[in-house]
DNA sequence: AACGATACCGGCAACGTTACCGATATTTTA
DNA sequence: TAAAATATCGGTAACGTTGCCGGTATCGTT
């Protein structure tokens, strides 16, 4: 069925090549000590062979693996994809690999076994080192560096690289009180996130400071996802003093509320003004106002700390804050009066 | 700086629990032939030591791992997201879990060492089989199964999953020749993937098909990315004789095609109908009409039949086609008269 | 001519894990 | 009651690779 060669190992090129094993390992890790004649015979014998060594082996033995390994428990998401460019492009400018891990979805295993899983793949195996995206455990046992992408604590054991979610929603919420809005519906993010509890607290403050009163109908539980937005969406627009405006805690969600509106004949802005958070790909398309936080970035940056980290280098800070930035589209319009 | 306890292996929990290495193996793997008491006590210092498992080292000496493994030149474009999202899917739905592999860069290694360092990654390594997208040789030594995703040459020595690219352009032609265009550009693929040359084919033939002549000039020499698109249509458009349609080789071009269009003020598709091929995220917002090849679709299927072959299961065909299917949005137009 | 330096290569051990076999204690069977 | 079956565990040998040590030739030096 398939042409398989099964399994040449390097004991299998040795004996063809009529050398030890050691020069084969030799010639395969430059080293100086063979002679040029030699060489040139076993790398013969290598592609003749179509011999490839073996990763988990030789991970085994040696320490410098040039593999830069990266957690997510889903790849499949506006999010996930940005940061996995970020990290992409710093691999590129590298001399290392990328392993991306992934269980294909966040209830697959439960979260210690997942934890668990992953810690694996790193402690001294495969990897050099791993960034690893919103976990949920502040504790890795392993040798190896470890960078993390917005977890869910800040945590002192390794570095992390996060955006300033406060000062992004105050800007946001800043932002829709200038325009007028004094009813604001906000849609949280998972509430075991530090980022959903940060971007929270932004849209709290910001009434508080302008002396506006908080009205508890009017945050909606969300949980990033463009489903639960459309739900949410729905309560806040179905309430006796429905919002004037939606502040969403991600764009996705943000998405929700695109998708209501047009089914209940709502104008965005004209009869709702509607701001998002993470300002992905699709958002420019939706002319989406939204607070851009670098995602791309974010996974560049906390690529370039963790190359640092594997090569021995100090870090000057153990958290790296993301600036946050309004960018302001057409979703959102001055409020004029009451209905 | 981190916290590390460093490497603690099996023999350290051994020890500590008062066991043999042998018991620790099998209450990690669940083996029958050990008591609860011992299971429940070696797993409670397995806890209290942090000790996790070594991939490598399981790897090396045992052969099923539930890992599946991908290979990409490069994450960062949106065919591969699109693919990523498939067989994210299809791996959530199993019991597999999967390592995407990718260097960051098509350019960074030599083909040739590229090719090696992934079939390394298989080759009875880490994982149980892989997913290859748009491998570029055909033959790969190695005792895992394989499945390809839009190879370089159809191979009969793994199966693949590829797009009924000849029919998809055909059928882009023959909506642009209904609309009456007859000056038609065309930005081809890289030249040397199976995929491009398939598209180029049906761009001809179509031609051919209604009697209509093949100017060299308005097939432009492209690469499936926006700035090569963008060259590409600066040329087909400073033509003495330019055309009234262009069909992009894929989206990514064709948002090349957009690009300019804006800037020299041609309205599409007033004065340029464009048309695309993929499908992606993107062109739904751009109102792109293009050839959709159900890039996720090939990635979930692709990933469904890699696991029948490392469950040791017959395939009925080698060969996946993957029907592609026109999706008309606004991006073309009937074509009056001359200018 | 005798010595040390060098170039090149082979042998052995080890990495951490699991498969296999065999050993002991306990229970079941005839 | 003796034999056999079973439950539970330990010891040992691999898996394929690299690091280290040491062993030959060959060469240069005096």
């Known amino acids: 069925m398939r042409k398989t060669r099964k399994a040449v190992t390097i004991q299998d090129?040795?004996?063809?090549?009529?050398?030890?094993?050691?020069?084969v390992s030799r010639v395969l890790n430059e080293k100086a000590d063979v002679s040029s004649e030699t060489q040139e015979h076993v790398r013969s014998v290598i592609k003749e062979?179509?011999?490839?060594?073996?990763?988990?082996?030789?991970?085994m033995r040696s320490y410098k693996k040039n593999l830069v390994g990266m957690v997510m428990p889903d790849i499949a998401y506006p999010f996930a994809f940005e940061v996995m460019r970020g990290?992409?492009?710093?691999?590129?400018?590298s001399e290392f690999d990328l392993?991306?891990?992934?269980?294909?979805?966040?209830?697959?295993s439960g979260r210690a076994s997942h934890e668990q899983k992953y810690v694996s793949l790193l402690n001294n195996s495969i990897t050099d080192g791993a960034i690893i995206v919103a976990p949920v455990t502040g504790e890795f046992s392993t040798d190896a560096p470890?960078?993390?992408i917005d977890p869910l604590m800040s945590n002192p054991n390794y570095p992390s690289v996060h955006a300033t979610n406060y000062q992004g929603a105050m800007d946001a919420m800043n932002?829709?009180?200038?325009?007028?809005?004094?009813?604001?519906?906000?849609?949280?993010?998972?509430?075991?996130?530090?980022?959903?509890?940060?971007?929270?607290?932004?849209?709290?403050?910001a009434l508080k400071k302008v002396g506006l009163p908080i009205d508890e109908e009017l945050i909606a539980c969300g949980d990033y996802t463009t489903d639960t937005g459309v739900i949410c969406t729905q309560e806040l627009l179905s309430l006796d003093n429905p919002p004037t405006a939606i502040f969403a805690s991600?764009?996705?969600?943000a998405m929700g509320v695109f998708q209501v509106s047009q089914k209940l004949g709502l104008r965005?802005?004209?009869?709702?003004?509607?701001?998002g958070f993470d300002n992905i790909m699709e958002s420019r398309y939706m002319k989406l106002t939204t607070v851009d936080q670098f995602i791309y970035q974010m996974g560049f940056v906390a690529t370039q700390l963790l190359i640092k980290l594997i090569n021995g280098e100090e870090l000057d800070t153990q958290t790296y804050k993301m600036q946050t930035q309004l960018i302001i589209r057409e979703s959102c319009q001055k409020f004029h009066g009451s209905t």
Chains 1, 2 share one sequence.
Do not use: C
């Open 268 to 275: 965005i802005p004209e009869d709702l003004s509607v701001i």
């Open 87 to 93: 990290v992409n492009q710093a691999i590129a400018e």
């Open 146 to 148: 470890i960078v993390s």
């Open 13 to 23: 090129v040795a004996r063809v090549a009529g050398v030890s094993v050691s020069t």
């Open 250 to 253: 991600n764009d996705q969600a």
């Open 175 to 205: 932002y829709l009180l200038e325009l007028g809005h004094t009813r604001i519906g906000f849609i949280s993010g998972r509430a075991e996130l530090v980022s959903a509890n940060r971007r929270l607290k932004g849209y709290r403050d």
């Open 99 to 108: 392993l991306v891990y992934t269980t294909g979805d966040v209830r697959k």
């Open 49 to 59: 062979l179509g011999y490839t060594t073996n990763l988990a082996a030789r991970s």
